[in-house]
Nanobody, 116 residues
Framework: QVQLVESGGGLVQPGGSLRLSCAAS????????TSWYRQAPGKQRELVAT???????NYSDSVKGRFTISRDNAGNMVNLQMNSLRLGDTAVYYC??????????WGQGTQVTVSS
């Protein structure tokens, strides 16, 4: 099993920055990819960014050029650097890992609020 703990959420003004972190523990060597999802009130959960175990990133069109996903060499920390934040980025952000055994695990979520 993999346990995930997110941190770094908060309140920020439009145009500001936040850095989210996802700390993994347990069977971290089984992690194939780590993703950040977000869910705004009344909306479906959507994929924001993914990074594979070899470090290859992918982004949704809505955050491309503003957000950067990265991981440490040990593979137990994935960060999401969010710049030029917009009102529409307000959501609960979730970390998700997919393992080589085709099992997925979710974190508890962290609130990001962009407001003036």
């Amino acid at each position: 099993q993999v346990q995930l703990v997110e941190s770094g959420g908060g309140l920020v003004q439009p145009g500001g920055s936040l850095r989210l972190s996802c700390a993994a523990s347990g069977a971290i060597l089984s992690i194939a990819s780590t993703s950040w999802y977000r869910q705004a009130p009344g909306k479906q959960r959507e994929l924001v960014a993914t990074i594979t175990s070899d470090g290859s990133p992918n982004y949704s069109d809505s955050v491309k050029g503003r957000f950067t996903i990265s991981r440490d060499n040990a593979g137990n920390m994935v960060n999401l650097q969010m710049n030029s934040l917009r009102l529409g980025d307000t959501a609960v952000y979730y970390c998700y890992v997919n393992t080589v055994f085709r099992r997925g695990y979710w974190g508890q979520g962290t609130q990001v609020t962009v407001s003036s």
